[in-house]
């Protein structure tokens, strides 16, 4: 029985892969028709194949950033440590909107394709949500779990509000902000 676990967790990513894709299908993260080498939809961040070891998702196949980023606050004490650089939630969407790899950077292969405009963050993110914080568990000032935004290690990232696959809230927002009502969904104010 146990030789079938893989296949079945393999028929399971099958099934489940046409779910993820029709989420990103003709937005900005569906690079298919970019002519970046694939017309494939999931390849340019993930394969079934050949994955690199990484924390920042299943069968990962971007390249990672090896950039230092100056974070909000600088590095922000919380549950016992200092956070001085994102998470692999975090870095995983950095290794593209940090404008330091490129976004054909995929399978081993070094790209040349940079995101620009708006969709770049950079390294400095001083100006942007914390992100690699704590997560406070005590508290009034915030929602203790938060509803709909997620926490990863009990820290707050960049996929705490956004869903790479999901466009259905623009930018890729896990609900919509309509009324603040993403962020207040950890913030009571």
Known sequence: M?????IAG???ACLLAPAFGAGITGTKHDLSA???GSTEICIF???PHGATASS???LWNH???SATYQLYGGGVTGRGTTVNQPGPASASCLSCHDGTVAVDSYGGATGTNFITGNALVGTDLRDDHPIGVAYPTTGTSY???PTVAKTYA???ECASCHDVHDSTNTPFLRMSNSGSALCLDCHNK
Do not use: D, E, M, N
């Open 45 to 47: 961040c993930h394969t």
């Open 34 to 36: 970019k002519g970046y």
């Open 63 to 65: 390249a990672a950033s």
């Open 143 to 145: 929602k203790i779990p």
């Open 10 to 12: 393999a028929l399971t």
């Open 2 to 6: 146990r030789k079938w676990l893989p």
């Open 154 to 156: 009990g820290r707050v």
């Open 56 to 58: 920042f998702g299943p």
